[in-house]
């Protein structure tokens, strides 16, 4: 699993470079985020541990996988996770306030 992590890292979609670059290095109001990190059986997008908070970039391809993401965020959120999602587009487009949005929830 951790290959397959290392893997999604080195290929990150053009919304997860974008959003990964306002948050590395604490640069989101000090708060430490990581890519890619196993928790459980997921490899999840982004996670800070310190606030228990899972940021995960839904594409395309999750508008067939609704279902399949609800079991994966209530399997996240037993292990005490709060997940948040946003559309890649909101990422691309509305990048400010996606980063609100988390700082919110960092902050709550």
């Known amino acids: ?34 890519r890619q990190e196993i928790i459980g059986s997921y490899i999840v997008d982004f996670v800070c541990l310190e606030q228990k908070l899972i940021l995960e970039l839904d594409g395309g391809q999750h508008v067939d996988t609704t279902e399949e993401d609800a079991v994966r965020t209530q399997q996240l959120e037993a292990y005490g996770y709060r997940v948040i999602r946003f559309w890649n587009n909101e990422v691309l487009t509305r990048t400010d306030d996606v980063l609100s949005s988390i700082l919110d929830e960092l902050n709550d």
Not at 13 to 31: K, Q, S
């Open 1 to 34: 699993m951790k290959n397959l992590a290392r893997n999604l890292r080195r290929k990150q979609t053009e919304a997860e470079r974008l959003l990964w670059f306002h948050i590395r290095n604490r640069r989101l109001d000090g708060h430490r985020l990581r």
